[in-house]
């Protein structure tokens, strides 16, 4: 057993791949073997051409793809999050409601918190 196997049953790891591979139709392969582990504190980049499998990888760390062959797992009580290159947004709505929906809840703070203000600027607060 290599030193990073012993390291990655041990649990020093806070998140781990072993032999990963990812193929999707018509057979072609997007991801093949990828074996990765990531220490606490680790700061990683990404990097590769169009088509070459970032976001794959990236969706398959975040647990939104679940359909590949190996292992991928983080610790326990380790969350890893992801955000869409593109947002998927309401087809339904408009440019201007889908905005308003975004900033509705810095609205409401403003709103309570200008409530406040109001009250302190009464004479008998």
């Known amino acids: ?3 990073s ?3 990655g049953k041990t649990g020093s790891y806070v998140y781990t791949m ?7 139709p018509p057979k072609r392969e997007i991801l093949k073997n990828i074996s990765l582990s990531f220490f ?4 990683i980049g990404v990097l590769g051409l169009n088509g070459a499998g970032k976001s794959t ?3 398959i760390m975040a647990g939104v793809d679940t359909e590949f062959d190996g292992e991928a ?3 326990p009580g380790i969350n890893v ?4 290159q593109e947002p998927q947004l309401d ?3 408009t440019v201007r409601e889908i905005v308003e929906e975004a900033v509705g809840v810095i609205k409401d703070a403003q709103a309570r918190l200008d409530a406040v203000y109001a009250a302190y600027a009464e004479p008998d607060a």
Request: aromatic share 4%; no cysteine; proline share 10%.
């Open 5 to 7: 196997d012993k390291a």
């Open 40 to 43: 606490p504190g680790a700061k």
């Open 57 to 59: 990888l990236l969706r």
């Open 81 to 84: 999050g992801y955000l869409p």
């Open 73 to 75: 797992r983080a610790m």
């Open 1 to 3: 057993m290599s030193k």
């Open 18 to 24: 072993h032999r990963l591979s990812k193929v999707v």
């Open 91 to 93: 087809p339904e709505k």
